[in-house]
T-cell receptor
Framework: DSGVTQTPKHLITATGQRVTLRCSPR?????VYWYQQSLDQGLQFLIQ???????AKGNILERFSAQQFPDLHSELNLSSLELGDSALYFC??????????????FGPGTRLLVL | DAKTTQPTSMDCAEGRAANLPCNHS???????VYWYRQIHSQGPQYIIH???NNETNEMASLIITEDRKSSTLILPHATLRDTAVYYC????????????FGTGTSLTVIP
């Protein structure tokens, strides 16, 4: 158990819909990262938040957005869903802003299926 | 980020040491080598990381060559539960803090 929690574990929805994935980092961790893992793309970094502020952006679509709240939990919002958005979504956390030795700890993931 | 090259798949007999190689020939001086594994579709699990010295923890050992262009992850006594995809990651924080996961090595531990 990494200490990172994600809800829900599974999500089934229809194309065009909007969903919200939630992540609670490890106690004391200030950074949250979101990754997407689809069958044909592998693990792709989406976005990082540090202490409530966006820190780094990866391959995140404009239909996707995220935020980190004062209690440090984070939400990833996916809108206008398409079939290709079906994937595993992982959240990770780390203690600081991301130093050279900073390890990221991953949650169990949310499996999203868009029908 | 420096690119890493890993074999696509490997087998290892249960109880034997599993040696997983990784090439990172373009690594620069401030880049650490990280190893994670992913069992089935679970979240990636941190194993070990290092800069230039060999490292050991309760899970594994990491051997980094003197020129730092390659490394080997060693699982000393592989068990069936070690069957997973193992990712070697070289990350540079100058470009952000993301990990770039490649395709990894699919390790199968055989009874």
């Amino acid at each position: 158990d990494s200490g990172v929690t994600q809800t829900p574990k599974h999500l089934i929805t229809a194309t065009g819909q909007r969903v919200t994935l939630r992540c609670s980092p490890r106690s004391g961790d200030l950074s949250v990262y979101w990754y997407q893992q689809s069958l044909d793309q592998g693990l792709q970094f989406l976005i990082q938040y540090y202490n409530g502020e966006e820190r780094a952006k990866g391959n995140i679509l404009e239909r996707f957005s995220a935020q980190q709240f004062p209690d440090l939990h984070s939400e990833l919002n996916l809108s206008s869903l398409e079939l290709g958005d079906s994937a595993l979504y992982f959240c990770a956390s780390s203690v600081g802003i991301g130093g050279f030795q900073e390890t990221q700890y991953f949650g169990p993931g949310t499996r999203l299926l868009v029908l | 980020d420096a690119k890493t090259t890993q074999p696509t798949s490997m087998d290892c007999a249960e109880g034997r040491a599993a040696n997983l190689p990784c090439n990172h020939s373009t690594i620069s001086g401030n880049e650490y080598v990280y190893w994670y594994r992913q069992i089935h579709s679970q979240g990636p699990q941190y194993i070990i990381h290092g800069l230039k010295n060999n490292e050991t923890n309760e899970m594994a050992s990491l051997i980094i060559t003197e020129d730092r262009k390659s490394s080997t992850l060693i699982l000393p006594h592989a068990t069936l539960r070690d069957t997973a995809v193992y990712y070697c990651i070289v990350r540079e924080t100058n470009t952000g803090n993301q990990f770039y996961f490649g395709t990894g090595t699919s390790l199968t531990v055989i009874p």
